[in-house]
């Protein structure tokens, strides 16, 4: 049998530790030496902040110092392989646990890194001796699937890294497994010491309320691709992209596979460099998929979730946010994905059609983990649902429609406070929509030489009456797709009629003269 392999060998990497990596390590130290052996430390550090440059130092101190094993959790295989080449090139002899590994050497390494439900399958088996393992490490420690490992080390140090010290459910809090947080560098101040790039936001008001949550507590898949795949959704997207991101390298996030199909046949068909990834792609399609991603400088790449973690490539300099998420931890990690700093590059652009920025706030603000990891629900509990986010809207005629009303200098129109006005006057709610016809009815006049004209300018105004329909539903309390779907025909029809029985009375007030013959 041989002899177990304590020694370091020579680090690989003349990468040196920035001072707030250092300062991180020192006080993970302190606990270690401080507290219990089996105590639950989680250190939060922003994505691109260096978790693993730290926890490999950790990793190399601690054998260093110690006797004991050392072993490293991971969620996915990415992170896994990429976990133990950090650590080779730290100086640490290490073994990966995966499904096909031969662990009849495993005396020989004094660390381990493995994939979380390979380990539990080995671990039942009692294929892997872990009697020797003095610290555990778990990166993305916000994942809940780690937690049912914890049996198998009630005399282990355990350390959690995550960006996001926030777990997705709410009976699953991560102050029940964790003893204590360390937060770590905020967003801003590496922002300001050039750690990481700036965030330029573009966002969108979007109408979310078909949406529907499933019972993870997002939103469904489902629901999500029914908005999302609709013409409408998908020429939004490609304006914005052509508005804000044309010719630069893009990553597209988006709430399911059919979506993320359907958006990469879009920009195809304007013949725009794009291609699509999923989980259904083969090791080597996506290694060819982020091979041309990488070479490619006005590369755009649509995806699911896929490369929220484990991913970097710092030429990136769009995120497009094309779904919404209830997540913060989501919506932390989509956007990070474009902020790594690469040459001169100091800031990135996002484009957010899911409301997200006003769900979660922005991208690095100054965010209370502390207060977070102590009382998770209380935080959870004060994210804005959709009806309140979209009660602020100022929902007007898109840019394209505007343009056939170039005569008008106000197209909007307030439901929601001529609804107010009119109940505090003691009027019907009817007079609500009466007013909003003849708004209506008056820019389609301003902009019109004769009725015909503006019948078809009526026609352009579709969106904006549902819009108003949409608003008004809420304020009478009647929102049946029904109910709605019928005022919308009717609300149509009266604009047509009061076209025509009104156009040469309200052209001759607009213009003081009646329309030529």
Same mark, same amino acid.
């Given at each position: 049998?041989?002899?177990?392999?304590?020694?370091?060998?020579?680090?690989?990497?003349?990468?040196?530790?920035?001072?707030?990596?250092?300062?991180?390590?020192?006080?993970?130290?302190?606990?270690?030496?401080?507290?219990?052996?089996?105590?639950?430390?989680?250190?939060?550090?922003?994505?691109?902040?260096?978790?693993?440059?730290?926890?490999?130092?950790?990793?190399?101190?601690?054998?260093? #110092?110690?006797?004991?094993?050392?072993?490293?959790?991971?969620?996915?295989?990415?992170?896994?392989?990429?976990?133990?080449?950090?650590?080779?090139?730290?100086?640490?002899? #290490?073994?990966?646990?995966?499904?096909?590994?031969?662990?009849?050497?495993?005396?020989?390494?004094?660390?381990?890194?493995?994939?979380?439900?390979?380990?539990?399958?080995?671990?039942?088996?009692?294929?892997?001796?872990?009697?020797?393992?003095?610290?555990?490490?778990?990166?993305?420690?916000?994942?809940?699937?780690?937690?049912?490992?914890?049996?198998?080390?009630?005399?282990?140090?355990?350390?959690?890294?995550?960006?996001?010290?926030?777990?997705?459910?709410?009976?699953?809090?991560?102050?029940?497994?964790?003893?204590?947080?360390?937060?770590?560098?905020?967003?801003?101040?590496?922002?300001?010491?050039?750690?990481?790039?700036?965030?330029?936001?573009?966002?969108?008001?979007?109408?979310?309320?078909?949406?529907?949550?499933?019972?993870?507590?997002?939103?469904?898949?489902?629901?999500?691709?029914?908005?999302?795949?609709?013409?409408?959704?998908?020429?939004?997207?490609?304006?914005?992209?052509?508005?804000?991101?044309?010719?630069?390298?893009?990553?597209?996030?988006?709430?399911?596979?059919?979506?993320?199909?359907?958006?990469?046949?879009?920009?195809?068909?304007?013949?725009?460099?794009?291609?699509?990834?999923?989980?259904?792609?083969?090791?080597?399609?996506?290694?060819?998929?982020?091979?041309?991603?990488?070479?490619?400088?006005?590369?755009?790449?649509?995806?699911?979730?896929?490369?929220?973690?484990?991913?970097?490539?710092?030429?990136?300099?769009?995120?497009?946010?094309?779904?919404?998420?209830?997540?913060?931890?989501?919506?932390?990690?989509?956007?990070?994905?474009?902020?790594?700093?690469?040459?001169?590059?100091?800031?990135?652009?996002?484009?957010?059609?899911?409301?997200?920025?006003?769900?979660?706030?922005?991208?690095?603000?100054?965010?209370?983990?502390?207060?977070?990891?102590?009382?998770?629900?209380?935080?959870?509990?004060?994210?804005?649902?959709?009806?309140?986010?979209?009660?602020?809207?100022?929902?007007?005629?898109?840019?394209?429609?505007?343009?056939?009303?170039?005569?008008?200098?106000?197209?909007?129109?307030?439901?929601?406070?001529?609804?107010?006005?009119?109940?505090?006057?003691?009027?019907?709610?009817?007079?609500?929509?009466?007013?909003?016809?003849?708004?209506?009815?008056?820019?389609?006049?301003?902009?019109?030489?004769?009725?015909?004209?503006?019948?078809?300018?009526?026609?352009?105004?579709?969106?904006?009456?549902?819009?108003?329909?949409?608003?008004?539903?809420?304020?009478?309390?009647?929102?049946?797709?029904?109910?709605?779907?019928?005022?919308?025909?009717?609300?149509?029809?009266?604009?047509?009629?009061?076209?025509?029985?009104?156009?040469?009375?309200?052209?001759?007030?607009?213009?003081?003269?009646?329309?030529?013959?």
């Amino acid at each position: 049998m041989q002899e177990t392999v304590f020694e370091l060998q020579d680090k690989k990497t003349d990468k040196e530790l920035y001072s707030y990596q250092q300062g991180a390590i020192q006080q993970i130290f302190d606990k270690f030496d401080s507290e219990r052996e089996d105590y639950h430390l989680l250190y939060q550090l922003p994505t691109g902040g260096g978790k693993t440059v730290i926890f490999s130092e950790i990793v190399r101190q601690y054998l260093k #110092n110690h006797s004991k094993k050392v072993l490293v959790m991971t969620h996915r295989i990415e992170l896994c392989n990429q976990t133990s080449e950090m650590l080779t090139n730290f100086g640490v002899v #290490n073994k990966v646990v995966n499904s096909k590994a031969n662990l009849d050497d495993q005396e020989r390494y004094s660390c381990y890194v493995a994939m979380v439900e390979t380990l539990n399958n080995r671990l039942n088996d009692d294929q892997l001796d872990i009697s020797d393992v003095g610290l555990v490490i778990i990166d993305e420690a916000h994942y809940n699937s780690f937690t049912k490992l914890f049996k198998f080390f009630e005399n282990s140090f355990v350390l959690g890294v995550t960006a996001t010290p926030l777990s997705s459910n709410k009976d699953l809090p991560m102050n029940k497994n964790y003893d204590e947080l360390i937060p770590g560098e905020s967003i801003e101040n590496l922002i300001e010491n050039d750690f990481l790039a700036r965030a330029e936001v573009f966002h969108y008001d979007m109408g979310l309320t078909s949406l529907e949550v499933g019972s993870n507590g997002d939103y469904t898949v489902k629901s999500s691709a029914d908005l999302y795949t609709s013409p409408a959704m998908l020429n939004k997207l490609l304006e914005a992209y052509s508005k804000h991101s044309k010719g630069k390298k893009t990553l597209i996030f988006n709430n399911g596979i059919e979506t993320s199909i359907q958006v990469y046949h879009t920009f195809k068909a304007v013949g725009l460099p794009i291609m699509h990834l999923d989980n259904t792609a083969t090791k080597k399609q996506r290694k060819q998929i982020l091979r041309w991603f990488r070479e490619t400088p006005d590369a755009i790449l649509t995806s699911v979730s896929i490369l929220t973690t484990g991913f970097d490539e710092p030429t990136i300099d769009t995120i497009i946010l094309n779904r919404a998420t209830k997540s913060l931890t989501l919506y932390y990690q989509m956007i990070g994905r474009g902020s790594r700093v690469l040459n001169n590059k100091s800031k990135f652009t996002v484009i957010d059609l899911g409301n997200n920025l006003y769900r979660f706030g922005p991208w690095g603000a100054d965010l209370d983990w502390g207060a977070i990891f102590k009382s998770p629900n209380f935080y959870m509990d004060r994210i804005r649902d959709d009806e309140d986010i979209e009660s602020d809207f100022k929902l007007d005629l898109s840019e394209e429609v505007k343009a056939e009303f170039k005569n008008s200098k106000e197209t909007y129109f307030d439901i929601k406070e001529t609804y107010e006005t009119a109940t505090f006057a003691g009027e019907s709610s009817k007079v609500v929509l009466e007013r909003s016809i003849a708004q209506h009815a008056y820019i389609c006049i301003e902009n019109s030489e004769d009725v015909y004209d503006a019948i078809a300018l009526a026609k352009l105004l579709k969106e904006d009456i549902d819009n108003r329909i949409h608003v008004y539903g809420k304020c009478i309390s009647k929102s049946t797709y029904n109910f709605l779907s019928w005022l919308k025909d009717d609300y149509q029809k009266k604009l047509n009629a009061y076209l025509r029985e009104n156009f040469d009375s309200v052209f001759e007030d607009i213009h003081g003269h009646p329309p030529e013959d």
